[in-house]
């Protein structure tokens, strides 16, 4: 494949809905030293984001004897989603229009174990100083119509590299390993799928999300339930090594 000239990123393509615009403008932003840049600092931006949960997972293992995270991954979007997106929201394919439109060029998904756990991850980041909360969708208090449950937030933060500090912005998901269970094998059974009955499928699939919704709650209850079982007798146990001698004089 003949490698483009770094001059080709000043190119606006002109938008047109059409597979080989997308394969065109892939090739074309893949291939600048601009393009590449910018990705490596969102790459930078997740590795501060993830630093950061994982920092908080190792505190609050401490503190509650388990961790509340029990998974991150993490993910840039690739050149031909990229352009797609822009090309959907009616954008110019250029690499300003990346930084300027788009939001979710770097994400980072957190699986955490309870649904408490995923709020106070959520507040524990956004209350750090050097993170900016640009916008949160709470899809568990309000679920999509098709029944996906997750937090997501819109962050911005800053990276340091050896001329300047860039503000990048990274799309955090979080959700539990109930939710995430759903939201994979939900995806999993549509993607490149003709549907006949979709909408019975669809209805299925709701109550499927529906059950597990519950399920989540019903295991929050029960380790709540366990932990105030275990701080009762904890409390009993120090009060039996009191020595009460010294109340008494005889």
Same mark, same amino acid.
Request: glycine content about 2%; hydrophobic content about 40%; some cysteine.
């Given at each position: 494949?003949? /490698?483009?000239?770094? $001059?080709?990123?000043?190119?606006?393509?002109? %938008?047109?809905?059409?597979?080989?615009?997308?394969k065109?403008?892939?090739?074309?932003i $893949?291939?600048?030293?601009?393009?590449?840049?910018?990705?490596?600092?969102?790459?930078? @931006?997740?590795?501060?984001?993830?630093?950061?949960?994982? %920092?908080?997972?190792? /505190?609050?293992? %401490?503190?509650?004897?388990?961790? #509340?995270? /029990? &998974?991150?991954?993490?993910?840039i979007?690739?050149?031909?989603s990229? @352009?797609?997106?822009?090309?959907?929201?009616?954008?110019?394919?250029?690499?300003?229009?990346?930084?300027?439109?788009?939001?979710?060029?770097?994400?980072?998904?957190?699986?955490?174990s &309870?649904?408490?756990?995923?709020?106070?991850?959520?507040?524990?980041? %956004?209350?750090?100083?050097?993170?900016?909360?640009?916008k949160?969708?709470?899809?568990?208090?309000?679920?999509? #119509?098709?029944?996906?449950?997750?937090?997501?937030?819109?962050?911005?933060? #800053?990276?340091? &590299?050896?001329?300047q500090?860039?503000?990048?912005?990274?799309?955090?998901?979080?959700?539990?390993?109930?939710?995430?269970?759903? @939201?994979?094998?939900?995806?999993?059974?549509?993607?490149?799928?003709?549907?006949?009955?979709?909408?019975?499928?669809?209805?299925?699939?709701? /109550?499927?999300?529906?059950?597990i919704?519950?399920?989540?709650?019903?295991?929050?209850?029960i380790r709540?339930?366990?932990?105030?079982?275990?701080?009762?007798?904890?409390?009993?146990?120090?009060? $039996?090594?009191?020595?009460?001698?010294?109340?008494?004089?005889?």
């Open positions: 494949m003949e /490698e483009l000239e770094e $001059n080709t990123i000043g190119t606006e393509l002109s %938008v047109v809905n059409t597979d080989e615009l997308i065109n403008s892939e090739i074309l $893949n291939h600048t030293l601009q393009f590449q840049e910018l990705m490596m600092m969102y790459d930078c @931006a997740i590795k501060e984001v993830k630093t950061k949960l994982e %920092v908080l997972n190792a /505190e609050l293992s %401490v503190r509650y004897k388990r961790n #509340p995270i /029990e &998974f991150i991954s993490s993910r979007k690739k050149p031909a990229i @352009a797609k997106k822009l090309q959907t929201k009616g954008k110019s394919i250029r690499i300003s229009e990346i930084e300027d439109t788009l939001s979710d060029v770097a994400g980072v998904r957190v699986i955490c &309870f649904i408490d756990d995923i709020y106070e991850i959520a507040s524990m980041l %956004v209350r750090q100083d050097d993170i900016t909360l640009v949160q969708k709470d899809y568990i208090n309000e679920p999509k #119509p098709n029944g996906y449950r997750s937090l997501h937030l819109i962050i911005e933060i #800053p990276v340091f &590299f050896s001329d500090k860039k503000m990048m912005k990274v799309e955090v998901q979080i959700r539990t390993i109930a939710m995430d269970f759903w @939201a994979s094998l939900e995806h999993q059974l549509r993607y490149k799928h003709v549907i006949n009955d979709e909408e019975i499928i669809s209805k299925e699939l709701k /109550e499927c999300a529906d059950d919704a519950a399920t989540d709650i019903r295991m929050l209850n709540n339930k366990i932990q105030e079982s275990t701080n009762d007798e904890s409390i009993l146990d120090k009060m $039996n090594k009191v020595d009460l001698s010294s109340f008494y004089s005889f």
